[in-house]
Structures are given as C-alpha cells and as structure tokens.
C-alpha cells in the first residue's frame, strides 16, 4: 500500500491563519518553513508552495486561555503588523447590509491575475532607495539593538523588510524614489513586533522614540 500526498490548505498563493497564536508550537514550527523556505517538509521530501506566496494571520489578543505566544523567530518572519481596531460606524453599518440577505463569497471575482502581482513586485523592486536613506534605515535599526529598554532589537532580516516596505510604498505614491517619510509612516509597523522590551515598555512606542532621536538625511 503506497501513500498518497494530498496538498493542503498551505498549497496556495495566499494563507490565511487565523488567530495563529491558537495553533500549537509544531504547527507555528512548521509555518516558519514555509514563511521563510517557501516550501513543505513531508517526510523528508521538500516540496515548492505556489508563487507568489505570502501569509496574512490574525492573533487573538484578548484571550490568553489556550493560546501560544509566537516565537521571536516566527514574528520576525512578519513583514508588518498592526491591528485594525474596531470598524467605523459607517463601515459596520455596511456590514450589515451586505450579510442582512447572507454571506456572498461565492459572487466574488477577481481583481487581479497572478502576471500582474508578479509585475507590480518588480516594479516596487526597481524603486531607488539612495544610500543615505539605506543609512538612515541602518542607523534607526541598529539603534534598537543599543537602546536600554530593549533586550532584543530588529535583526537583518528587519532591515531587508523595512527596505521592501518604503519601496512598495513610494510606488503606492507614484514615485520611483523613496524618501525619509516612508521610512518615517513604515517603521512602527515594520519593526516594533521584532522587538522583545524591558519591562512593560510598548514596542511601538520606543520605535517612535528612536524615530524622534535618530537623525533625518
């Protein structure tokens, strides 16, 4: 009798975890292969999710009753993060009249193909990031890893990240440049879940104390 590999949910272009803090440790273990490898380990054989590939997942912040909290290593796998808070009132109310006649998942289309996120990515890749505002970027993340209220700052990985986001972020304002603001809007959400601080010092705000200090080209 031969075993037959089944592809699961995580075969897909985009993945959505939801509340990922309630997923056990071997399961958050075996995300950070495919976060960071883009592929799957079965029985010693590898195989290649699709591409592009990227993953969107919740936590529960609420709730700590059978919950795990997400590794250092896992986080730093996040390109962003941030929390949405509670809808507007015009939003919710928008809610309820869609679903008043049912949920309409299945009337969705899409908006667009996988040869045009392939293009936008190369194109946010040809943004120029000069070489003070690389400096710049240093400076602000090797300043996390000198700062007293901070045990563990952004790593290399952070850095990469932080550079990606001001570039996909200068092509959202039609530029083919980035400059000290996008660095300025982007850090708190590319940087502060990286950190582990002292005491109960919010991630967040010792970003935007660092933001405040360290100097603009």
């Not at 056990?24 to 054989?45: C, K, N």
Request: charged share 20%.
């Amino acid at each position: 009798m031969e075993n037959t590999f089944l592809p699961g949910p995580v075969f897909a272009n985009v993945l959505l975890t939801d509340e990922i803090n309630r997923a056990t440790p071997r399961t958050q273990s075996a995300l950070l292969e495919v976060m960071e490898e883009q592929q799957v380990t079965i029985d010693g054989v590898s195989r290649h999710v699709p591409r592009p590939f990227f993953v969107i997942a919740t936590q529960n912040p609420v709730e700590y009753q059978g919950t795990f909290p997400l590794p250092e290593a896992q986080m730093d796998r996040f390109a962003l993060s941030f929390s949405l808070g509670y809808p507007s009132a015009e939003e919710e109310l928008q809610m309820l009249q869609r679903l008043q006649q049912g949920t309409t998942v299945e009337e969705l289309t899409p908006c667009i193909s996988l040869a045009d996120v392939q293009t936008l990515r190369q194109l946010c890749a040809q943004v120029r990031v000069e070489t003070h505002l690389q400096q710049y970027m240093l400076e602000l993340v090797r300043a996390t890893r000198q700062d007293e209220e901070v045990i563990l700052g952004v790593s290399p990985r952070g850095t990469v990240a932080l550079q990606r986001a001001v570039q996909a972020q200068a092509f959202l304002d039609g530029r083919d440049f980035a400059i000290p603001d996008d660095v300025k809007f982007l850090a708190p959400y590319v940087l502060a879940h990286r950190l582990i601080t002292t005491g109960n010092q919010k991630s967040k705000l010792v970003i935007e104390r660092l933001l405040h200090s360290v100097p603009i080209p």
